[in-house]
C-alpha cells in the first residue's frame, strides 16, 4: 500500500485502486485553492503509475463535497467583485477534464449531500453510487451563477432538458433515490453500505480488462459529438487495436480453457 500525505485531502494506492478521500470534513470538503492544487497533484500521480487501474473518489465526514469554499475567494468590503472565470478555468475545468480522460474507470462514492461544484464533479465520473442518505443540489441560481464545473454539459445529457431546467434554475435537493431513478446516477445503496459496495466494484474493475474499459469511456463521451457513421468508424478503430491486446488474448484463451482470466490491462 501507497500513502502520500497531504493536508486536505487523503491519498492512497492498494491492488491497482487509488482512493481519493476529500477531507476537511467541517467544512463539508468545500473546496479551496489548497485542496485544488492538493487533488491536482494526486491525479498526477494517478495518471503517472502505471499501476493504478481504478481511481475511486469519495469524502470524509458527512458529505461528499459542499462545492466552493467562499470564504476563500471571499469579495472585499468596497470590491467591484471577483473573477470566477478565472477560477473555472485554472482550477473546475481542468479537473473536469482530468477525471474524463483518465485512461481507467473512476467511480465516485457520494456520502451525504454534494452541491454545486461537488455534485458536477460527482456526475463527471464514470460510475457514481451514493448512500440513501445523499442529495444533488445545483446551489448556483442561489448566487446568481451558472452550474459550471461542467454542469450545463452533464446534466441535460443525464436527465433531460425539463429537469436539468428544474435542477439548474430551483436548486432543490434531489435525493439519491431520485437520482437513480433520473439516471443522474448509477445505484443508490444504504449509507452503511456505501463504501463496501464501492471498494468491491473497485476490486473487481481492477482485476477487469481496463485497456477495454478505458476504449470503452473514450468511446461513448465520443459519441455526444459523432454522427452514427463517425461513431461506428471509431468502434471499428478501437476494435482494431483491442483485438491485438493482451487482455484480448487473455480473455479469448481463458473462455476456451474455461479458467478465470488474469487481465493485465494491456
Keep these: 500500500m501507497l500513502n502520500i500525505d497531504f493536508e486536505n485531502i487523503l491519498f492512497q494506492i492498494e491492488n491497482g485502486v487509488a482512493t481519493l478521500t476529500l477531507n476537511r470534513p467541517d467544512k463539508l470538503n468545500s473546496f479551496t485553492v489548497a485542496m485544488h492544487r492538493e487533488v491536482r497533484a494526486a491525479l498526477d500521480h494517478v495518471q503517472a503509475d502505471k499501476s493504478v487501474r481504478v481511481l475511486l473518489l469519495t469524502g470524509a465526514g458527512r458529505g461528499f463535497c459542499a462545492g466552493q469554499d467562499l470564504s476563500d475567494r471571499a469579495v472585499e468590503p468596497g470590491a467591484q467583485g471577483v473573477d470566477l472565470g478565472f477560477s473555472v478555468e485554472t482550477y473546475y475545468a481542468p479537473l473536469v477534464m482530468t477525471l474524463r480522460a483518465l485512461p481507467m474507470p473512476v467511480i465516485c462514492a457520494v456520502n451525504g449531500v454534494a452541491a454545486g461544484a461537488g455534485a458536477n464533479i460527482a456526475l463527471a465520473c464514470d460510475i457514481v453510487l451514493a448512500g440513501k442518505s445523499a442529495s444533488f443540489v445545483e446551489v448556483f441560481c442561489k448566487l446568481g451563477l451558472i452550474p459550471d464545473t461542467g454542469g450545463t454539459w452533464h446534466l441535460p445529457r443525464l436527465v433531460g432538458h425539463a429537469r436539468a431546467m428544474g435542477m439548474a434554475m430551483l436548486g432543490e435537493k434531489i435525493s439519491a433515490e431520485n437520482a437513480e431513478q433520473w439516471g443522474l446516477i448509477w445505484r443508490c445503496v444504504s449509507d452503511e453500505g456505501l463504501m463496501d459496495e464501492a471498494r468491491s466494484m473497485a476490486a473487481h ?62
Design 205 to 266: 474493475l481492477a482485476i477487469a480488462p481496463t485497456k477495454g474499459l478505458a476504449f470503452t469511456k473514450r468511446a461513448l463521451q465520443a459519441s455526444y459529438a459523432n454522427t452514427l457513421p463517425e461513431q461506428l468508424k471509431l468502434e471499428g478503430e478501437m476494435m482494431r487495436e483491442l483485438g491485438y491486446s493482451h487482455d484480448y488474448r487473455e480473455g479469448v484463451a481463458a473462455f476456451i480453457a474455461k479458467r478465470a482470466p488474469h487481465f493485465t490491462g494491456e
